[in-house]
Nanobody, 119 residues
Framework: QVQLVESGGGLVQAGGSLRLSCAAS????????MAWFRQAPGKEREFIAT????????YYADSVKGRFTISRDNAKNMVLLQMNSLKLEDTAVYYC????????????WGQGTQVTVSS
């Protein structure tokens, strides 16, 4: 069955870095646009970054542009999120998601990984 499994979350001090990973299985990964979202307590889920099927194109939310980098390895069915210069407001549960090329909706979601940034 389809699975997206995030890992790499944890507790980090403000200004630090974390790298999140998302391992995909059960679907043809190279045909899917991948993205990261996050949801902080009491807030709606927020788009963070997306990457095209081949990895040749990326797009970021303004809140993370210049600090976060999304990448993917189609040979390993993995998508990564490198997070640098973390801020307190980056604290959230981070989710990876997949949508089939040309579809407006994300079909598959992971269970999320907690990122907590402390002062």
């Amino acid at each position: 069955q389809v699975q997206l499994v995030e890992s790499g979350g944890g507790l980090v001090q403000a200004g630090g870095s974390l790298r999140l990973s998302c391992a995909a299985s059960g679907f043809t990964f190279r045909l899917y646009v991948m993205a990261w979202f996050r949801q902080a307590p009491g807030k709606e889920r927020e788009f963070i970054a997306t990457i095209t099927e081949s990895g040749g194109g990326t797009y970021y939310a303004d809140s993370v542009k210049g600090r976060f980098t999304i990448s993917r390895d189609n040979a390993k069915n993995m998508v990564l999120l490198q997070m640098n210069s973390l801020k307190l407001e980056d604290t959230a549960v981070y989710y990876c998601a997949a949508r089939y090329s040309g579809s407006p909706q994300y079909h598959y979601w992971g269970q999320g990984t907690q990122v907590t940034v402390s002062s």
